[in-house]
């Protein structure tokens, strides 16, 4: 009797364990066939996801540059359980054509500006977003402190290897030229005053001086461009007879010579004293704090305030009285007063 109890006990333990042992078999094809599936879902949502390389090529840009523009909110993505970024296909192609165009810039967003700056997009669209930027905030000065940032974040982007020396340079020469498209929009009087714009003479960078540009063109004056690493001694002998009534000159903060400088301000000082020629030094290069003769800038709105307070004491070098701001012409037409200036003389580079 006992056996045969052993027995029966036996045969109902071995039918549990069959039924356990079916039962898992089951939960193991269903969680296979739900990985299938999943892996079938995400094999199809993932052919029309694309990789950030693959998105650069797409759109003939760096991988920084899709990296900078998802975090201005300019293309959308989505990140893996890894953490890598994955961007839709369809917002990659619907951002070709607006780099065709011209992308979004918000005003005073930086990351939107230079997202614009290393994108597929000529000096027109520049231009274009230039002077969105200046309706926004009412005269190139104040435009000019914006970009200002804008330079500053550039570079030190560059010093964290986000941007390539190419990419640095190619954002830079696209400013130049919209800065450039902006300020030939803009119509000054034959007989205004005119500006002579130069470098220092071993610096060779002249985006400080095309942000200058458009500021005195705003104000009235004609600029006159002498070009890069402007010898000195040539510049003396042009400002010694030319008919000239400010010069500007820009050192950025690759001029680190502060002795080369300094000869240099002393050389210019003297001439400009003589013939009552304002003279400005702006830039992050080492210029002398007071030099001799001339005046020390950091903004445009400290050279719009030279500017005035020459015009108001009768200053010959701005009696002429222009204004680009209210003559109707150029940029100015939209009838913004330029009182409220911002980055001059070459300030930020």
Same mark, same amino acid.
């Given at each position: 009797?006992?056996?045969?109890?052993?027995?029966?006990?036996?045969?109902?333990?071995?039918? &549990?364990?069959?039924?356990? &042992?079916? !039962?898992?078999?089951?939960?193991?094809?269903?969680?296979?066939?739900?990985?299938?599936?999943?892996? %079938?879902?995400?094999?199809?949502?993932?052919?029309?996801?694309?990789?950030?390389?693959?998105?650069?090529?797409?759109?003939?840009?760096?991988?920084?540059?899709?990296?900078?523009?998802?975090?201005?909110?300019?293309?959308? +993505?989505?990140?893996?359980?890894?953490? #890598?970024?994955?961007?839709?296909?369809?917002?990659?192609?619907?951002?070709?054509? %607006?780099?065709?165009?011209?992308?979004?810039?918000?005003?005073?967003?930086?990351?939107?500006?230079? &997202?614009?700056?290393?994108?597929?997009?000529?000096?027109?669209?520049?231009?274009?977003?230039?002077?969105?930027?200046?309706?926004?905030?009412?005269?190139?000065?104040?435009?000019s402190d914006a970009l200002g940032l804008v330079l500053e974040e550039i570079g030190r982007s560059w010093a964290r290897g986000e941007l390539s020396v190419?990419?640095? #340079?190619?954002?830079?020469?696209?400013?130049?030229?919209?800065?450039?498209?902006?300020?030939?929009?803009?119509?000054? @009087?034959?007989?205004?005053?005119?500006?002579?714009?130069?470098?220092?003479?071993?610096?060779?960078?002249?985006?400080?001086?095309?942000?200058?540009?458009? +500021?005195?063109?705003?104000?009235?004056?004609?600029?006159?461009?002498?070009?890069?690493?402007?010898?000195?001694?040539?510049?003396?002998?042009?400002?010694?007879?030319?008919?000239?009534?400010?010069?500007?000159?820009?050192?950025? %903060?690759?001029?680190?010579?502060?002795?080369?400088?300094?000869? %240099?301000?002393?050389?210019? !000082?003297?001439?400009?004293?003589?013939?009552?020629?304002?003279?400005?030094?702006?830039?992050?290069?080492?210029?002398?704090?007071? @030099?001799?003769?001339?005046?020390?800038?950091?903004? +445009?709105?400290?050279?719009?305030?030279?500017?005035?307070?020459?015009?108001?004491?009768?200053?010959?070098?701005?009696?002429?009285?222009?204004? &680009?701001?209210?003559?109707?012409?150029?940029?100015?037409?939209?009838?913004?007063?330029?009182?409220?200036?911002?980055?001059?003389?070459?300030?930020?580079?």
């Amino acid at each position: 009797m006992c056996s045969l109890n052993l027995v029966v006990l036996g045969e109902i333990a071995t039918g &549990a364990l069959y039924k356990t &042992a079916i !039962g898992e078999s089951r939960t193991m094809l269903q969680s296979a066939k739900s990985t299938k599936d999943s892996f %079938q879902e995400w094999t199809i949502v993932s052919d029309d996801l694309l990789t950030t390389r693959e998105a650069a090529i797409l759109l003939g840009v760096g991988t920084t540059s899709i990296k900078r523009w998802a975090d201005a909110g300019l293309l959308q +993505c989505v990140k893996t359980p890894g953490g #890598h970024r994955r961007y839709s296909r369809a917002s990659v192609e619907a951002l070709i054509g %607006q780099t065709e165009l011209t992308m979004p810039v918000r005003s005073g967003r930086v990351s939107d500006w230079i &997202a614009l700056l290393t994108a597929k997009v000529t000096g027109h669209h520049v231009a274009d977003a230039l002077e969105a930027e200046r309706r926004e905030r009412g005269s190139w000065g104040a435009v000019s402190d914006a970009l200002g940032l804008v330079l500053e974040e550039i570079g030190r982007s560059w010093a964290r290897g986000e941007l390539s020396v190419i990419e640095e #340079h190619v954002a830079s020469e696209r400013l130049i030229r919209g800065l450039a498209r902006c300020g030939d929009s803009i119509r000054v @009087p034959g007989d205004a005053p005119t500006a002579f714009l130069i470098t220092a003479e071993s610096d060779e960078h002249t985006v400080g001086l095309a942000m200058t540009e458009v +500021c005195l063109r705003e104000k009235g004056w004609r600029p006159l461009w002498a070009g890069p690493r402007t010898p000195v001694h040539f510049a003396c002998e042009y400002v010694a007879t030319a008919d000239v009534q400010l010069v500007a000159v820009s050192a950025s %903060q690759h001029s680190r010579d502060a002795a080369l400088l300094a000869d %240099q301000c002393l050389r210019l !000082g003297e001439v400009c004293r003589k013939r009552e020629i304002l003279l400005a030094f702006g830039g992050n290069g080492l210029w002398p704090e007071h @030099p001799p003769y001339g005046t020390r800038l950091r903004s +445009c709105s400290e050279l719009q305030q030279m500017l005035a307070h020459a015009s108001s004491n009768g200053n010959s070098a701005s009696s002429n009285g222009h204004d &680009a701001s209210s003559n109707g012409n150029g940029a100015s037409s939209n009838g913004h007063d330029a009182s409220d200036s911002g980055n001059g003389a070459s300030p930020h580079e």
